[in-house]
């Protein structure tokens, strides 16, 4: 961090020049060990931001049928609060949606319509 002083006319100026990263690490995410998770198995990683889970899938979960994959993202959802969220939300290595929801919607269905 630099601090820099500049005078106009008889005012100082005092800036603030922060040296800033493209990738800021942000302190309310958390990386989440996938393992811990329900059907952790088929996440290739996990990210905890404040009330929700963002998880990258892996292809085995791409393969699943929609109703083992909504099984799965409901019991996601429900054993959230043990981990400390309520929102999921599940996309591809390519960043590409796969899933997600509350407790009051869920959503594997992707596809254009």
């Known amino acids: 961090m630099t601090l820099g002083l500049f005078a106009i006319g008889s005012r100082f100026i005092a800036v603030d020049s922060v040296e800033t990263n493209p990738i ?6 958390r990386i989440v060990d996938t393992n811990t998770l329900p059907s952790g198995t088929y996440f290739a990683s996990a990210r905890l931001r404040r009330d ?3 998880a990258v899938v892996k292809s085995s979960w791409v393969k699943l049928p929609e109703t083992e994959k909504r099984a799965k993202l409901d019991e996601l959802i429900k054993r959230g609060k043990e981990f400390g969220f309520d929102k999921v939300m599940l ?8 899933g997600g929801g509350s407790e009051q919607q869920i959503d594997t269905n992707f596809e254009e319509k």
């Open 24 to 29: 800021q690490k942000d302190v309310d995410t």
């Open 52 to 54: 929700a889970l963002v």
């Open 91 to 98: 996309v591809d290595e390519s960043g590409e949606p796969q």
